[in-house]
Every structure is written in structure tokens, then in C-alpha cells.
């Protein structure tokens, strides 16, 4: 039996060649291909994979986000994250997501195809190069919170506010990003004060600085 996968990455020369290398094996089927986050949730929709291959740095709706909102649209799908990042926010960002596995891109072919089995059996797979930073997130985890800690965590920033930050970040204006997310320009104006109030800044400039800083989106 096939496993049916779609490719999610913003690079078309590292589309082409998962393709030509996951074509290789009988059991492993490319439905589709997309370049941004939002792309990878629509073709989700249409051609109910079984698993995404998922970059985390995607332009529009970041692998995290874009994560979240295809396993809300079909849970039955697995994702794993292919990326070059090993640093713990995005690793942990990606599994608070809900993705399956997490793999490196440098890593060789037979790990790739071995992890996208594993994860379409529903077994999780971790690069052994990012292990630790998994355990060491656990054990922070043991750490009693302070009550700092709680009130950081009640400034957390909602799906919607990540969203529309990582869309002001990449460049776009109150317009674009309402007319990309088919709302109205002034609940994004609305969003965008909460954002700032809630992190601290006081400009467009610092807002990118700390959406790159957060993993949010990237240079």
C-alpha cells in the first residue's frame, strides 16, 4: 500500500529533488508540491495525503502554523518537519505543533524514507543530531515555574496574532494581510496593537526583529 505524501518547502530545487528521491522507492507516492504554508493546507484539503513533508521556515504560514492548522483540518494526516534548523525553538515549536517527527536536511536518503515510514505507521522520529535538545526540553519542563514564567505565558500570542505578525513581517501592509486572511483592515490594524502591546515593541522594525527572534519567520 502506498503512503501518499505532499511536499512543502520554498524551494523548488529541494522540491525536485525530494521528489526524484522518494519516486525511487515503490511504497512512497508525491500527490502535490507547495511552496508556502498556506499552499501546503489547501493542497491538504484536495488530496488528503497521508503525510506532509514539512519545512518550518515557509513564507505566509510558517511550518508551525501551517502544521497546526492542517492536522485541525485532517487529523488522520501525519506531518514530519524537514529542516535545516536544529535549534530548540524551532524543534520544540514543531512538535507543539503536532508534527510526528522531525528530521535535518542534511540528513541521507535511506534516514529520510526510513522516517517517512516510521512516521506513516504513526511512530515518532527524531534526528539523532537533535535528541538531546528533545530531552532538554523535557527536563525545563520538570522546572516549577515561576510566577514570571505564568505571566510571560499569559502574553503568549494566539494563532491568529502569529499569523498576521508573521504576514506584517514578511513585508505586507494592513490591506494585504486582510485581504490574504479575508478580513477587514481594521482587525488587523486591532491585532497588530495587541501584538505590539503584548511583546513590548513600538514599531514595525522591532516587531520583524522579534518574529525572526521567535522563529516566526526568517530572513
Known sequence: MKINIILADDHHVIREGLRLLLERETD??????????????????????????????????????????????????KVLALSMYSDKRFVEGMFQAGVSGYIL????????????????????????????????????????????????????LTD?????????????????VAETLHVSSKTVDAHRRNIMEKVGVHSIAELTK???REGITTL
Do not use: W
Open 28 to 77: 512512497l507516492l508525491v500527490l502535490a508540491e507547495a511552496d508556502t504554508g498556506r499552499g501546503a493546507l489547501s493542497a491538504v484539503k484536495k488530496f488528503n495525503p497521508d503525510l506532509v513533508i514539512m519545512d518550518v521556515s515557509m513564507p505566509e504560514l510558517n511550518g508551525m502554523e501551517a502544521t497546526r492548522k492542517i492536522l485541525s483540518e485532517a487529523p488522520a494526516t
Open 105 to 156: 536536511k542534511n540528513c541521507i536518503a535511506r534516514e529520510l524514507v526510513s522516517a517517512i515510514r516510521l512516521v506513516a505507521k504513526g511512530q515518532v522520529y527524531i534526528s539523532p543530531e537533535i535528541a538531546g535538545t528533545i530531552v532538554d526540553g523535557y527536563l525545563s519542563r520538570l522546572v516549577p515555574q515561576t510566577d514570571t514564567t505564568h505571566r510571560l505565558q499569559r502574553k503568549t
Open 160 to 176: 491568529r496574532e502569529r499569523e498576521i505578525l508573521q504576514l506584517i513581517s514578511e513585508g505586507q501592509n494592513s490591506k494585504e
Open 210 to 212: 522579534f518574529a525572526i
